[in-house]
């Protein structure tokens, strides 16, 4: 059958090319994820397409969110269940708990696109309190459960893809931050570890 099969992974010839273009799908996925999210792109739309610029926020949270489902419908069937199936559900849960946590701070249908976006304020209360990126924090215990819930190279691959962009991600976004807030971010950097409360 050209398969073979040791804890949980599965080597098949035959889906050596879907794990390339996968892999290939969650690395544009990040990038795109990032350079819409970088201000120079918004300045540029919004200063290209001012009547279209109010639905910005609208279109790139609809491209995060059928892009990252499309991704999941492809890889989550190339995986197989793990024995270990309680712990990673339950590490899973815990990481949309902090991911749902994150989202508390911000108004949700500011953060949408459905309401205009106000005047920028740094959020340092609730999950910021603890880490300055509680989004990524939760993401990384949630995939980090779906891998023990389901692993295998694709499950694997994806996880170690998105532990790169996430810190790559993380710096954009610091950098990003500071030119906002300045000083003020500068201080509360200083108080709050990054992507791993009191740890990093």
């Given at each position: ?10 080597f098949?010839k ?42 910005y ?31 990673g ?92 807030f ?19």
């Amino acid at each position: 059958m050209g398969i073979f099969s040791q804890k949980g992974f599965s080597f098949d010839k035959n889906r050596t090319h879907m794990h390339g273009f996968l892999i290939s799908g969650w690395l544009f996925y990040f990038f795109l994820h990032s350079l819409l999210a970088s201000l120079k792109v918004k300045k540029y739309f919004s200063e290209t397409f001012p009547g279209l610029n109010p639905y910005y926020r609208i279109a790139y949270n609809i491209i995060a969110i059928v892009g990252l489902g499309i991704l999941l419908t492809f890889t989550l069937p190339l995986a197989s269940l793990s024995a270990d199936t309680f712990i990673g559900s339950v590490i899973t849960g815990i990481g949309l708990l902090f991911i749902v946590l994150a989202f508390r701070a911000f108004n949700l249908r500011e953060f949408l696109g459905f309401q205009t976006e106000t005047k920028s304020e740094l959020v340092v209360t609730g999950m910021y309190h603890f880490v300055r990126h509680p989004l990524y924090f939760g993401t990384m215990i949630f995939i980090a459960g779906l891998y023990l819930l389901m692993p295998s190279r694709m499950m694997l691959s994806v996880l170690v893809i998105s532990y790169v962009y996430i810190w790559i991600g993380s710096r954009l976004e610091e950098r990003k931050l500071r030119a906002l807030f300045g000083e003020s971010y500068t201080t509360y950097a200083k108080k709050v570890k990054s992507l791993i409360p009191y740890i990093y």
